[in-house]
């Protein structure tokens, strides 16, 4: 009898500390919303393997309100496709996701995995598609979970999935949304006022690849006078064809009030240009500010420090230190060559919405890399919902 | 062995309990303070010991809900007449400036006195205060007029110098106002002049604080706890400008002197004649020549912190508009 109440009452006790420490782990995280769930989403994208934890507030039903609690990523180059490179992936994918659940405390029905579609199209174009199902399989078998969905997502999909996650529901049907990648640019948006139909835009054009095209160019002449000038070259090339016949086939000029772009370049020009809206995740701008701002990084390029960009700090009321390390961290993915040819090509394309008599109003959003990931997770969870 | 084993198992439960309470008693100690200092609200207790002093305070109570009204009043006439006696009161900002602090300096003693409900004897002294509160109303009221008088001439004076300037010079100028540089450039004037030769002309500012209530009502507060949205209006007259459409920027500063975002897609920065300044929200309209438009808009936050609300209207860089709501 009092064997049977120890066990019970040792059962209990583990009970108890495993129910306190999950209370006291998700309480260790800043929440923003009174009523709120907290998710993980795991992708498995070209540079690497990426976590983030995100809170989703219950409370609004009719906009995705998402507040990003932490965003952690390893670095793995999955899509060269090599055996190191595999076994890191995998590594770097069990490890996220038992962080998950053991760091955050989160069940298994909280955590989302999925495969970008940046890996499929590579996959595909190098006939390595089954390095992903590879990938998948060994991951289900290390985590013991065979059921587990890993979804690998189209570029149809996370184009519409980054719109539904990243732009307001009051802004859904009048907003094009752009996303300039290091290898490519894609986005789209809603024509006909549901999110059935979306408009896919595609360029073959990334931050990267801009830079790629320029450095090429180059020659003996390394110095960023040459580098300026050859990325005009570029940019006013085979580059400005397609961007005019892409945005011109879109139709979006005529279907779009607001012009929004993500991506890699966004944040860092949006974070230079309005360091004082450190803490907003989309800042407005003019085709002017960009294009003055492309000047500065070619002219003043020393001004764009961390240490610089503070000194002109007046306001009294914001953090420096917060701004100033936000800074150093775009300086650190983004050089000024680099810089120069992200911003160059966001020009290029703001240039095709810059009308003489009706401007559009541009964004810049500086979250976007989790905003499909978001709606991913989102949609899941209805779709749950709805088949319970 | 079967001894030890069970004691070791009992000391193993006695030690997990042992660690929940810990971490729940943290966990619990950190809730309640943040939540405490979250919601901190004045509490209003009754202290009910006799039916005699029940009986008093009933009468205390009905003269104090009196008073009150008598009190509200007198803010709600001041609140209604401050809108428009900040808008363009720069210039007789200093003794203005006095007199409201002596009104908001009395009007503090007031809310103490009345919301003291063990306290009968100083109601006494609350009705002399109120009625010192609306003599002080009034001479501020008198106030405005002298500013709005002031105003007329200044602005009277400020056209006729412009048409002296524009005759010598060219006909067909355009008005600076629609000129694409900013007007400190071309004019460069102080502040509380300037904007009287703007084009147009701001008037009727109100910033209300609400409160929606259980029943879906929304009502007026002027408790910073209570207060759920802020509410702006103004009237912007074209007063001799062309037909046009145009941008108007609104800066609500709270009392730690941080702008109030409407959010992320709807605010942002501008260059004003003061340097690079973050902006509440944008209103861009149509206004024809000599329209007078009505324009409202509204800001909410998590949370409002007592204090002074500072609403500032901008047009071309400049201020045009501005007023100073207090939430206490």
Known sequence: ?388 | MRDSKSSLLLLISLILFLMSFIILCTWGYNTYYKKKEENRKPVLTLNDSTIISNATKAIATATRDSLQKVYAATVKELDSKLDSTWDYADSLKGPLDEKLNDFFKLRNEITSILKDKNNTDNLGIARQKITELQKRVEELSGRNKDVELENNRLYAMLKQLSNNIKEPEQQNVRPVVFDNKPESTILPVKNNISKTINAYIISDLKLSALIETDNNKVIETYQAIETDMLTGSFTLKNDNGPNNNIEVIIVVIQPDGKVLQKSSWESGTFTSVEGKKIYSCKMKFDVTKGEAKRLNFSLTSDKYVKGNYIMQVYHNGMIIGKLIKLLS
């Not at chain 1, 587990?148 to 980054?162: G, H, M, P």
């Not at chain 1, 949006?270 to 294009?291: K, R």
């Not at chain 1, 810089?339 to 919405?353: C, D, N, S, V, W």
Request: hydrophobic share 40%; proline share 2%; aromatic share 10%.
């Open chain 1, 1 to 388: 009898m009092f064997k049977v109440f120890e066990k019970h009452l040792f059962l209990l006790g583990c009970v108890c500390v495993f129910g306190t420490s999950i209370l006291f782990a998700q309480n260790n995280l800043k929440l923003k919303y009174n009523k709120s769930e907290i998710y993980a989403g795991i992708e498995v994208g070209s540079k690497g393997v990426k976590m983030s934890l995100i809170e989703i507030n219950r409370d609004n039903q009719k906009n995705l309100d998402f507040n990003i609690l932490k965003d952690s990523s390893v670095n793995t180059d999955f899509i060269s496709f090599t055996q190191p490179v595999f076994q890191a992936t995998l590594i770097s994918l069990k490890g996220l996701y038992n962080s998950a659940i053991n760091d955050y405390k989160l069940t298994p029905q909280k955590i989302f995995t999925v495969i970008s579609s940046g890996v499929k199209i590579q996959a595909e174009k190098v006939e390595k598609s089954i390095w992903i199902r590879n990938l998948i399989d060994s991951f289900k078998a290390s985590i013991n979970e065979p059921s587990r969905q890993v979804e690998i997502v189209d570029v149809l999909q996370e184009a519409k999935l980054s719109h539904l996650g990243i732009v307001p529901s009051s802004r859904r049907y009048n907003t094009f949304l752009i996303d300039i990648g290091s290898g490519n640019t894609k986005g789209g948006y809603f024509p006909n006022g549901n999110i059935s139909d979306f408009k896919l835009f595609q360029l073959s054009w990334g931050t990267k690849s801009t830079a790629n095209a320029t450095e090429k160019r180059l020659e003996e002449d390394k110095t960023i006078t040459n580098f300026h000038k050859q990325l005009y070259r570029v940019l006013s090339g085979s580059a400005n064809d397609e961007i005019t016949y892409a945005v011109n086939l879109s139709n979006a000029y005529n279907m779009s009030d607001n012009i929004a772009f993500s991506g890699g370049i966004t944040w860092s020009v949006a974070t230079l240009i309005n360091p004082e809206l450190i803490e907003n995740s989309v800042i407005p701008v003019t085709y002017d500010e960009v294009e003055k701002f492309y000047e500065r990084i070619f002219i003043n390029y020393h001004s764009l420090s961390g240490d610089e960009i503070v000194k002109t700090i007046t306001d009294q009321t914001l953090n420096k230190t917060i701004i100033s390390k936000e800074v150093k961290r775009v300086n650190q993915v983004f050089d000024q060559q680099s810089l120069l040819a992200g911003t160059g090509l966001l020009l290029k394309i703001m240039r095709q919405f810059e009308g003489i008599y009706e401007k559009k109003q541009f964004y810049l959003v500086k979250n976007g890399q989790v905003g499909w990931v978001s709606a991913y997770v989102d949609q899941s969870i209805s779709n749950q919902s709805v088949a319970k």
